[in-house]
Antibody
Framework: QLQLQESGPGLVKPSETLSLTCIVS??????????WGWIRQAPGKGLEWIAM???????FYNPSLKSRVTISVDSSRSQLSLKVRSVTAGDTAVYYC????????????WGQGILVTVSS | QSALTQPPSASGSPGQSVTISCTGTSSDVGAYNFVSWYQQHPGNAPKLIIY???QRPSGVPDRFSGSKSGSSASLTVSGLQTEDEADYYC??????????FGGGTKLTVL
């Protein structure tokens, strides 16, 4: 059974870089029928898609976050990474690592999520 | 990209049916039949309950159904049960190869 587990610091200072890692187990990240990405949810708010990587390394970003976000996939280590630069309190959220099924276009697997708070 | 439009709240009594709407544009909901719905209970990650407008993943009760007309999609929950009380989000693939969520609807079972 596929499992996704996010990890990283729970507290980041304003203007610094938020860095998270997701370990994928129980499945291959090289499967071309799936993409890998990140979604976040601010406290008491809705879901916000951040970015997604297709096979071949193509990455699509939420236009509102594109200038500050980088994602990468290391299939050999079954890892997905997220970096958000120049964070503010508005980046405080639960961050979810997700798997996306292509050609039917839906998120079929989610990590448990990790709360990241931006505060000095 | 602006979020898809959902009503902030919906409610119904046990056994009743409730429909939640999700309105987008010709660049997202209206462009493809790639609308999905997610259920989220407090403290938990979202769970897929509908994909490709009408399809239910294995294990999702047939009380949940989806539909679409033009740039608007809907989720109907029939025979409401107390465990259906949760937040519901629609999502669509877009012509820009991105995805976009609705703002979410809090479903209360009275």
């Amino acid at each position: 059974q596929l499992q996704l587990q996010e990890s990283g610091p729970g507290l980041v200072k304003p203007s610094e870089t938020l860095s998270l890692t997701c370990i994928v187990s129980g499945g291959s990240m090289s499967d071309i029928s799936h993409n890998w990405g990140w979604i976040r949810q601010a406290p008491g708010k809705g879901l916000e898609w951040i970015a997604m990587m297709y096979d071949g390394g193509y990455i699509f970003y939420n236009p509102s976050l594109k200038s500050r976000v980088t994602i990468s996939v290391d299939s050999s280590r079954s890892q997905l990474s997220l970096k958000v630069r120049s964070v503010t309190a508005g980046d405080t959220a639960v961050y979810y690592c997700v798997r996306y099924t292509r050609f039917a276009d839906y998120f079929d697997s989610w990590g448990q999520g990790i709360l990241v708070t931006v505060s000095s | 990209q602006s979020a898809l439009t959902q009503p902030p709240s919906a409610s119904g009594s046990p056994g009743q049916s409730v429909t939640i709407s999700c309105t987008g544009t010709s660049s997202d909901v209206g462009a493809y039949n790639f609308v999905s719905w997610y259920q989220q209970h407090p403290g938990n990650a979202p769970k897929l309950i509908i994909y490709e407008v009408t399809q239910r993943p294995s294990g999702v009760p047939d009380r949940f159904s989806g539909s679409k007309s033009g740039s608007s999609a809907s989720l109907t929950v029939s025979g409401l049960q107390t465990e259906d009380e949760a937040d519901y989000y629609c999502m669509s693939y877009t012509v820009a190869h991105t995805v976009i969520f609705g703002g979410g609807t809090k479903l209360t079972v009275l």
